[in-house]
Nanobody, 115 residues
Framework: QVQLVESGGGLVQPGGSLRLSCAASGSISSFNGMAWYRQAPGKQRELVAIDASGGTRNYADSVKGRFTISRDNVKSTVYLQMNSLKPEDTAVYYC?????????WGQGTQVTVSS
């Protein structure tokens, strides 16, 4: 069993920053397939950032240069540093782990960017 617990969401003004955390626990044999997704109202869930095999990091064009995904393998925690936030970044953000062909999701945390 795998559990992902997120924290760090909230309300921030445009241009501000937030750091999301996702702590993983349970039967984790590979901490490599980690990613962050987001879903805005009326839109489908979209990939924001992924930290995959070999440490490869990829980002959606809309967040490239502003967001950074990272992880601490000792703490089994993945982070999403979000800088220069825009109103269009407003969404529910989800942490995801892929392991042995199965997907595990966090509960989601709300990020609202507004003045």
């Amino acid at each position: 069993q795998v559990q992902l617990v997120e924290s760090g969401g909230g309300l921030v003004q445009p241009g501000g920053s937030l750091r999301l955390s996702c702590a993983a626990s349970g039967s984790i044999s590979s901490f490599n397939g980690m990613a962050w997704y987001r879903q805005a109202p009326g839109k489908q869930r979209e990939l924001v950032a992924i930290d995959a095999s070999g440490g490869t990091r990829n980002y959606a064009d809309s967040v490239k240069g502003r967001f950074t995904i990272s992880r601490d393998n000792v703490k089994s925690t993945v982070y999403l540093q979000m800088n220069s936030l825009k109103p269009e970044d407003t969404a529910v953000y989800y942490c995801r782990l892929m392991q042995f062909g199965s997907l595990y999701w966090g509960q989601g945390t709300q990020v609202t960017v507004s003045s």
